[in-house]
């Protein structure tokens, strides 16, 4: 198993440019989620998923999009890159996203934007 | 919404010391804790975890205690090695919610040799 995979590992945009990061996961989980990490202030929700088809809005959704057509892969959209979305962003999934279920992160996606 | 406060934001301890990490939160439905390792430049990972009906739990050198009438709960690591340095996140299911973790800001672990 591969496990939890990002892409790109890297990528500078410009302001107001769009992009879509990449989530996928071999070990048939339900649920998927999206975090950002900034310095200092641990790591926040941005958009989850319970299984394809149905996603929603974590702690700091805005300027973000998520759709879950498949149970394998959880893409996330910015429409139009800011400053401040540069920010380090994981994918995590487990198995139903129920209370003492592991959460796998992925390695990250680093995201500058000028 | 779920508050989880962690403190302290940086520890520096000896090789072979103990290190405390504590952390409170606010919602008294939250009922599992999980604690993550995050070292530079790698992704989160899990390191142990707790339910709310356990007061305490034991891995080798890293222990978990609960105390859900205060609403907060610790990480104990002893005989601290090199290795040991890392970031560490606290963090609790939101309560109403399965599948909402709330992290605290993290505490930057650095033993010295």
């Known amino acids: 198993n591969a496990g939890v995979t990002q892409t790109p590992k890297f990528q500078v945009l410009k302001t107001g440019q769009s992009m879509t990061l990449q989530c996928a996961q071999d070990?048939?989980?339900?649920?998927m989620s999206w975090y950002r990490q900034d310095p200092g202030m641990g790591l926040r929700l941005i958009h989850y998923s319970v299984g394809a088809g149905i996603t929603d809005q974590g702690e700091v959704p805005n300027g973000y999009n998520v759709s879950r057509s498949t149970t394998e892969d959880f893409p996330l959209r910015l429409l139009s890159a800011a400053p401040s979305q540069t920010s380090v962003y994981f994918c995590?999934?487990?198995?139903?996203?129920?209370?003492?279920?592991?959460?796998?992160f992925g390695p990250g996606t680093r995201l500058l934007v000028l | 919404g779920e508050n989880v406060e962690q403190h302290p934001s940086t520890l520096s301890v000896q090789e072979g010391d103990s290190a405390v990490i504590k952390c409170t939160y606010s919602?008294?439905?939250?009922?599992?804790f999980p604690w993550y390792k995050q070292e530079l430049g790698k992704r989160p990972q899990l390191i142990i975890d707790i339910r709310s009906n356990v007061g305490e739990k034991k891995d080798q050198r890293i222990a978990v205690t609960l105390n859900k009438t205060a609403k907060h709960f610790s990480l104990h690591i002893t005989e601290t090695q090199p290795e040991d340095s890392a970031v560490y996140f606290c963090a609790a299911i939101s309560g109403g919610s399965n599948y909402k973790l709330t992290f605290g800001k993290g505490t930057l672990l650095t033993v010295n040799p």
């Open positions: 070990m048939n989980h339900e649920y």
């Open positions: 919602d008294s439905a939250s009922n599992y």
């Open positions: 995590a999934s487990s198995y139903s996203g129920s209370t003492g279920e592991t959460q796998y």
